[in-house]
């Protein structure tokens, strides 16, 4: 079966440090990845989603990026981190070649930038 | 470029009754998906259940419904027998084949003992 793993599941980071998220997908190949971003209360905000192995679409100009090095492996980064960072991001993925599109999600991660 | 509406920002429903959250939603696709997800406390999204857009039949997972009105860009969630562990944020989200999801504001269900 398929699982998601996401790391880590809370950060405090200080202004200005980097960032480093991880999520990695198993029992499956050639997935779509997805980074969300959630603030309080609110909606998923898409970030990155990516179709392939170095393939990155971004959807909002931001102090962040992403990269998918590996096949199963999505990473979010930042250079320097700004307050308006924090919030609640999570990490999803869905079937390329499956009929549906159903995304399935990890654990999230709660950023505080202080 | 597709949109998801939920115009209800809170419901409340009595336990054991029943409550209809509404989604609305945009495009020009005639192939897409719709999905309800449930949020509890913990911030864990939990598929609750999906429509594809070319099957007329309504999806039914359980207490959970939908009434899916292509024509009208339409995708309510209706939970049966509501119970307390149903409180949570519900979000309405379209997708397509390989391409991203987009989810709506979602609603912040309410269950009264």
């Known amino acids: 079966s398929q699982t998601i793993h996401q790391w880590p599941a809370t950060l405090v980071q200080p202004v200005g440090s980097p960032l480093s998220l991880e999520c990695t997908v198993e029992?499956?190949?050639?997935?779509?990845l997805y980074w969300y971003r959630q603030a309080a209360g609110r909606g998923l905000q898409l970030l990155f989603y990516?179709?392939?192995?170095?393939?990155i679409s971004s959807e909002v100009p931001q102090n962040l990026s992403a990269s998918r090095p590996q096949d199963r492996q999505f990473i979010l980064s930042s250079k320097k981190l700004l307050l308006s960072d924090s919030g609640f991001y999570l990490c999803?993925?869905?079937?390329?070649?499956?009929?549906?599109?159903?995304?399935?999600f990890g654990q999230g991660t709660r950023l505080t930038v202080v | 470029a597709q949109t998801v509406t939920q115009s209800q920002p809170e419901m409340s429903v009595q336990e054991a009754e029943t409550v209809t959250l509404s989604c609305t939603y945009d495009?020009?696709?005639?192939?897409?998906?719709l999905f309800w997800y449930k949020q509890p406390p913990s911030r864990q999204m939990i598929l609750v259940i999906r429509?594809?857009?070319?099957?007329?039949q309504n999806a039914t997972e359980n207490r959970f419904s939908v009434n899916f009105q292509k024509a009208a860009k339409s995708f309510s969630l209706k939970i049966s027998d509501s119970q307390l562990g149903d409180a949570a944020m519900y979000f309405c989200?379209?997708?397509?084949?390989?391409?991203?999801?987009?989810f709506g504001a979602g609603t912040r269900l309410t269950v009264k003992p």
């Open positions: 999803a993925w869905s079937g390329s070649r499956t009929s549906t599109t159903t995304a399935f």
């Open positions: 029992g499956t190949s050639n997935p779509n």
């Open positions: 990516s179709v392939g192995i170095g393939q």
């Open positions: 495009t020009s696709e005639s192939d897409y998906y």
């Open positions: 429509q594809e857009a070319y099957k007329q």
């Open positions: 989200a379209y997708g397509r084949r390989r391409h991203d999801m987009r």
